[in-house]
Each structure stands twice: as C-alpha cells, then as structure tokens.
C-alpha cells in the first residue's frame, strides 16, 4: 500500500465507527423502540448484515454508544483537576458539563440521559456502571483534597450527589423544564447544595 493510501485509510472512519454514529442518530430522533439494525443500516448506507457483523443487536450498539459518552464524561472530570481545592473543581466540572451539553454533544447527552435510561436491563447496567467509573472519578480526582474531617464513605455519597445532579440538570435542559440560560445559576448553587464552603480545601 503506498503512503498516501495509507493516509487516506488512516482519516477515513471506521465502518464500524459509521454504524455507531448511525446508530446515535436513530436512537436519538426515533427512541429505543423506533430504532432497529436495519433502520440503522440504512441510515450508514449499509446491508443489515453488514452492521451485524459489527454488532449482535441494536441494543449492542446502544451498549456501545452509552459506554462511549461515559467515558466523555469521565474525561470532563479529569480535565476539571487544574484548577485548586474540590469547591473550585466542582464549579469548574459543573460549567464544563453545561458547555458539554450544548449544541455539538446534546445528542451524546440525549442518548446516555434519555434514551438509555432504563430501556433495557444491559444498557441500563451499562449506563449505570458508567455512573460509578464517573463517581468515581469526581471522588478521587476533584474531592480527594477535601479534607473537612469526612471519610471514604462519605466522600464516595458526595461524589455521586454530584454526579446525580449534573444528570438532572441535563434531564432538565434535554427535556425543556430548565432553560440553558438558568443553568449556570443551578449549576453554581449544586456546591453549596452539597456542602462546600468556599473556606474549605
């Protein structure tokens, strides 16, 4: 294969990465019920059997999909560390999910929030395994200076306060009760829900 072919094949996606995307389009405008492997198909410009060898059923795909914006949001967590002290990191996570749900990932947000919720029992236990590698993470790496006395426990039930909240808050902005504009104001009072003082480090 000569070199510019291979720099080709290197930007081009991946067929499976197609059906994936197809995939987030027709969950997210049609629902779980809505969707099947051959409207996906259709919609990745390929034979059904083509997206079966990739994936054993739509609820594969959704497996998949709900995973990968689990792993997005675990990365949010960790990009929110620079910043000094766990009152500031959750202020910095929380601004930065707002900005995550906006236009370019609302789909993401969508289908882990929405659509994935609950639809079946694998993907739900796909989604909520996602939700504790994410509380995790807001324990270890955004509360881990948080020292006011409280315990492992304690800061496990405060991370997933946390990871709770940024859910309903996006529930809230993808289902038209909380307007993006009044968002930052919930996000800002989510600390002081949880109680962080700004004295605390």
Excluded at 21 to 40: H, Q, R
Excluded at 46 to 70: I, N, P, R, W
Excluded at 83 to 98: Q, T
Excluded at 129 to 156: F, H, K, Q, Y
Aim: proline share 3%; aromatic share 6%.
């Amino acid at each position: 294969m000569s070199t510019g072919a291979q720099a080709r094949s290197a930007h081009r996606p991946s067929r499976r990465d197609v059906v994936l995307e197809a995939g987030l389009t027709e969950f997210t405008e049609k629902g779980y019920s809505g969707a099947s492997m051959a409207s996906i198909a259709r919609r990745a410009a390929m034979s059904t059997s083509s997206c079966y060898y990739h994936f054993s059923s739509k609820d594969a795909v959704l497996e998949q999909l709900t995973g990968d914006v689990g792993e997005a949001l675990v990365a949010l967590v960790e990009n929110a560390v620079p910043v000094s002290g766990p009152h500031e990191r959750v202020d910095l996570l929380a601004g930065r999910f707002l900005e995550w749900l906006g236009d370019r990932h609302s789909r993401r947000a969508k289908l882990y929030y929405v659509v994935a919720a609950g639809v079946t029992p694998a993907v739900e236990a796909r989604r909520r395994e996602s939700e504790a590698v994410i509380a995790e993470a807001v324990a270890n790496r955004l509360l881990d200076s948080w020292d006011d006395g409280i315990d492992d426990l304690e800061r496990s039930v405060v991370a997933a306060a946390i990871v709770a909240v940024l859910g309903e808050l996006a529930r809230g902005i993808l289902g038209g009760t909380l307007t993006p504009s009044d968002a930052p104001a919930c996000a800002s009072g989510l600390v002081a829900r949880l109680g962080f003082q700004h004295d605390r480090r």
